[in-house]
């Protein structure tokens, strides 16, 4: 007679390798991006654009947490010069670095920013930026553990 048990199959714990840290600072720089491609549409059809974020918050008098969604301020990353745009990719409140000295990407008439925005997430998606992202946000050192615990008195 077997046991339930005896029928599964039985392993030591594999080892899960940590992500790389740049696959998160990539999904993060993509988010913004597709945020700056709908604040895009929005000025190309001549619409306001708004963008909310979660936020929990403690209700006083329940004491349950609810989630509310709280707009929030998004600054473009492109601008124009005498209708002739131009687009920055920052991470954080640093503008990256394209090549030595260059950060802005001549887009030229406004109706080309979404395809400009477009090309740059497919290159953020395949790694392409991946120096630029590590010069502006390097990788934070991992903690430490301490492991060492207090010694006990001697008597």
């Not at 945020?35 to 963008?51: K, P």
């Not at 008098?61 to 301020?73: F, H, L, N, Q, S």
Request: hydrophobic share 35%.
């Amino acid at each position: 007679m077997t046991t339930l048990l005896s029928s599964l199959k039985v392993i030591d714990r594999p080892k899960i390798e940590p992500k790389p840290p740049i696959l998160g600072k990539r999904m993060k720089l993509i988010e913004k991006l597709d945020e700056q491609l709908a604040m895009a549409q929005c000025m190309l059809q001549n619409q306001a654009f708004e963008a909310f974020k979660d936020k929990s918050i403690k209700d006083p008098e329940t004491g349950e947490r609810k989630i509310v969604r709280k707009r929030k301020a998004v600054r473009p990353w492109y601008y124009d010069s005498d209708n002739h745009y131009y687009f920055e990719i920052k991470v954080g409140l640093k503008t990256m670095e394209l090549a030595k000295g260059k950060t802005a990407i001549d887009v030229g008439p406004k109706d080309k920013l979404l395809e400009v925005i477009g090309i740059i997430i497919q290159a953020v998606e395949r790694g392409e930026l991946d120096q630029q992202i590590l010069q502006v946000s390097p990788p934070k050192a991992p903690k430490v553990r301490r492991t060492s615990k207090a010694e006990p008195a001697k008597a």
